[in-house]
Nanobody, 121 residues
Framework: EVQLVESGGGLVQPGGSLKLSCAAS????????MSWVRQSPGKEFEWVSG????????YYLPSVKGRFTVSRDNVKNTITLQMNNLTTEDTGMYYC??????????????RGQGTQVTVSS
């Protein structure tokens, strides 16, 4: 069974930091590009960041570039998202997803259960 389990969300003040983690199982992790996507209330899924299968290349939504860093550990089958200088616009449910920027936001995409990030003073 394919499983993606996120952790690390929480409440943080603007300018603060959080580190999200995702543990993957049930598939050959190194076969897949992995992504982080988010969804704010009343909005569609938004792709945030992604990393290639062996971690050599990373990609970011322009609004998070320079603040977020994605990485993966192919021994532990995990990916992480380090988020710095958070703003209220970053508030949302964050999901780990299998696949690239288009695949990961589609209905039926392989995603975890999500972890809530709330940025508020």
């Amino acid at each position: 069974e394919v499983q993606l389990v996120e952790s690390g969300g929480g409440l943080v003040q603007p300018g603060g930091s959080l580190k999200l983690s995702c543990a993957a199982s049930g598939f050959t992790f190194t076969n897949y590009f992995m992504s982080w996507v988010r969804q704010s209330p009343g909005k569609e899924f938004e792709w945030v960041s992604g990393v290639t299968a062996f971690g050599r290349n990373t990609y970011y939504l322009p609004s998070v570039k320079g603040r977020f860093t994605v990485s993966r550990d192919n021994v532990k089958n995990t990916i992480t998202l380090q988020m710095n200088n958070l703003t209220t616009e970053d508030t949302g449910m964050y999901y780990c997803a299998r696949g690239g920027s288009s695949e990961s936001i589609q209905a039926g995409a392989i995603r975890g259960q999500g972890t809530q990030v709330t940025v508020s003073s």
